[in-house]
């Protein structure tokens, strides 16, 4: 049975930092592109981050230089560190697993709720 599970999320101040994780299981976790992936209400969902199987990364515009993804591919695990957080991050945050193909599998969403 294929999982994502993302863990983390919360309540921070504008300038605050979150480590999301996603545990991932049911699947060869390392042949997978593993992205995190963001939306708000009344919005299209947007990509954050990603990160392939063999550590390249990159990042929406909006987070360059605030977010870094991360993966251990032998717990299975991807991350995403976000600093320096803004009101307009505020967004449930999922993670996404892809294979060659484009197929892949969603998380159930964390929420992250940037506010004083």
């Known amino acids: 049975q294929v999982q994502l599970v993302e863990s983390g999320g919360g309540l921070v101040h504008p300038g605050g930092s979150l480590r999301l994780s996603c545990a991932a299981s049911g699947f060869t976790f390392s042949r997978y592109v593993m992205r995190w992936y963001r939306q708000v209400p009344g919005k299209e969902r947007e990509l954050v981050a990603g990160?392939?199987?063999?550590?390249?990364?990159n990042y929406a515009d909006s987070v360059k230089g605030r977010f870094t993804i991360s993966r251990d591919n032998s717990m299975k695990m991807v991350y995403l560190q976000m600093n320096s957080l803004k009101p307009e991050d505020t967004a449930v945050y999922y993670c996404r697993a892809i294979d060659a193909l484009g197929r892949g599998y969603w998380g159930q969403g964390t929420q992250v709720t940037v506010s004083s």
């Open positions: 990160i392939t199987n063999g550590g390249s990364t």
